[in-house]
């Protein structure tokens, strides 16, 4: 998987059902998990951080109306960013967002007090060079601070990535160990690098789509009931594998040396 199929899955249809199940932060957890995220990592007032893969925008409007930080966020799908910059307009919100992509981040270097991301950096093609992106564009002792979805512990096989990845547009996962030793290698001190909650929200998800949302989804869908059916068996597939921790999702926090 490549970055335009990453492009149009945000600029269409999918991008809108996983915005109907997930709200528009389009991560698991939500609210609760990006207060924990802010607050393990110490974000405070007045800190200047950046939203890498930064979708449509409420990470950083979170950031801000929460801890009174001073955001950028970058994307590459332009639908995104158009949606971002409309849904917080600069005269009101005074977040910057860009145009570009993450691994080449359109910021000079020791800008940002913190880097910021959330379920977002399993789509990046070059998780390495996201890594050191993030590391030139902090400065000395800044945060990075991202969750994201990880091949579990169980591990999965080599058809179950394939027909995983395939579904979700991802072009690989990490693993928490392998987060880890990339932070490392880039220069951080890596204070958290832990598996949180993940399968109760695929749970969740189905639970919506199958008793409360069929109508919304079949709606953005138009109304194309196969389709709809076999995403349906792409996402009980998910759960299997959540469940039996085959695929999860970990909390990252690292200090620039």
């Known amino acids: 998987m490549q970055l335009a199929d990453v492009q149009n899955v945000y600029a269409g249809a999918e991008g809108r059902l996983w915005e109907l199940v997930m709200g528009e932060q389009i991560h698991a957890g939500g609210f609760?998990?990006?207060?924990?995220?802010?607050?393990?990592?110490?974000?405070?007032?007045?800190?200047?951080?950046?939203?890498?893969?930064?979708?449509?925008?409420?990470?950083?409007?979170?950031?801000?109306?929460?801890?009174?930080?001073?955001?950028?966020?970058?994307?590459?799908?332009?639908?995104?960013?158009?949606?971002?910059?409309?849904?917080?307009?600069?005269?009101s919100w005074k977040i910057e967002f860009k145009l570009g992509n993450v691994l080449d981040v359109p910021c000079p270097s020791g800008t940002f007090d913190f880097v910021w991301?959330?379920?977002?950096?399993?789509?990046?093609?070059?998780?390495?060079?996201?890594?050191?992106?993030?590391?030139?564009?902090?400065?000395?002792?800044?945060?990075?601070?991202?969750?994201?979805?990880?091949?579990?512990?169980?591990?999965?096989?080599?058809?179950?990535?394939?027909?995983?990845?395939?579904?979700?547009?991802?072009?690989?996962?990490q693993t928490l160990p392998g987060y880890r030793a990339l932070l490392e290698k880039h220069g951080f001190d890596v204070r958290e690098a832990a598996p949180i909650e993940f399968a109760k929200y695929v749970d969740l998800y189905i639970a919506m789509l199958t008793e409360q949302l069929t109508f919304d989804a079949l709606r953005i869908l138009g109304g194309d009931m196969e389709l709809f059916k076999a995403m349906g068996a792409e996402m009980v597939d998910m759960q299997r594998k959540t469940h039996a921790g085959k695929i999860g999702r970990g909390r990252f926090i690292g200090l620039k040396k």
Request: hydrophobic share 45%; net charge neutral; with cysteine.
């Open 32 to 91: 609760a998990s990006s207060m924990e995220l802010a607050t393990r990592a110490g974000i405070k007032p007045g800190m200047k951080g950046v939203d890498l893969c930064s979708a449509l925008g409420a990470g950083c409007r979170f950031l801000v109306m929460n801890f009174k930080a001073v955001m950028c966020g970058v994307d590459a799908t332009p639908h995104m960013v158009e949606e971002a910059r409309k849904r917080a307009p600069f005269e």
């Open 117 to 173: 991301g959330e379920d977002a950096w399993c789509y990046v093609t070059d998780k390495n060079k996201l890594i050191s992106e993030a590391a030139r564009v902090l400065k000395p002792g800044g945060i990075v601070a991202f969750t994201d979805w990880v091949e579990g512990p169980a591990g999965l096989t080599g058809e179950e990535a394939l027909r995983f990845n395939t579904f979700m547009k991802f072009p690989d996962m």
